[in-house]
């Protein structure tokens, strides 16, 4: 007979946050991005996915390093661009990298209000990304991660779809089955 035992490896809970504007403006002397509100509902340390900037360079995840009112200032390298273009701030939460080398898969499961994309990442050292798979989630529609184990470490990066999320609950287990 088949024993299937769950372990807990981690929960989210962290309420995703989005920023668009079309007055965004995009500061290489100090690593900048500037527009009315834009530091609402953020902090430093977190992540977010620019899109839509005409300098492609910009178009990447970028980590908080200030916020006020109307600026953030990030610790990666921005590129000058002026306002224009509707600019898409979306965050992104990663996990901690787990061993699940005594498991078979990662399962557990995601609700939020609004849409977001989960990857589940996989690595031989814990720290390149050797593998991964991408589950799409609908606002208000719990979705099942069961993902096999290919290599030693896994986690979860969580990218959210332009909302502000209102509920957020997110759980990783390791399924050993015997």
Same mark, same amino acid.
């Given at each position: 007979? $088949?024993?299937?035992?769950?372990f807990?490896? $981690?929960?989210?809970?962290e309420?995703?946050? &989005?920023?668009?504007?079309?007055?965004?403006?995009?500061?290489?002397?100090? @690593?900048?991005?500037?527009?009315?509100?834009?530091?609402?509902?953020w902090?430093?340390?977190d992540?977010?996915?620019?899109?839509?900037?005409? $300098?492609?360079?910009? @178009?990447?995840e +970028?980590?908080?390093?200030?916020?006020?009112? @109307?600026?953030?200032?990030?610790?990666s390298?921005?590129?000058?661009?002026?306002?224009?273009?509707?600019?898409?701030?979306?965050?992104?939460?990663y996990?901690?990298? %787990?061993d699940?080398?005594?498991?078979s898969k990662?399962?557990?499961?995601?609700?939020?209000?609004?849409?977001c994309?989960?990857?589940?990442?996989? /690595? %031989?050292?814990?720290?390149?990304?050797? +593998? /991964?798979?991408?589950?799409?989630?609908?606002?208000?529609?719990a979705?099942?991660?069961?993902?096999?184990? &290919?290599?030693? &470490?896994?986690?979860?990066?969580?990218?959210n779809?332009?909302?502000?999320?209102t509920?957020?609950?997110?759980?990783? &287990?390791?399924?050993?089955?015997?």
């Open positions: 007979m $088949e024993t299937k035992n769950l807990f490896l $981690e929960e989210f809970k309420l995703l946050q &989005y920023f668009t504007g079309t007055d965004v403006t995009f500061a290489e002397a100090d @690593n900048s991005l500037a527009a009315s509100g834009i530091g609402t509902g902090s430093e340390g992540i977010f996915l620019c899109a839509a900037s005409s $300098e492609a360079a910009n @178009n990447v +970028h980590t908080i390093a200030t916020v006020a009112d @109307n600026k953030i200032t990030t610790t390298a921005i590129t000058a661009d002026d306002a224009g273009e509707t600019i898409k701030l979306n965050q992104v939460v996990g901690s990298w %787990h699940v080398s005594c498991f990662v399962c557990g499961s995601i609700t939020s209000s609004g849409n994309t989960v990857v589940v990442q996989q /690595s %031989h050292n814990g720290v390149d990304i050797d +593998h /991964s798979t991408s589950i799409s989630v609908t606002g208000g529609t979705k099942e991660i069961d993902q096999a184990i &290919y290599l030693k &470490y896994a986690r979860i990066k969580i990218t779809a332009d909302a502000d999320q509920t957020f609950r997110g759980y990783m &287990y390791g399924k050993a089955i015997s």
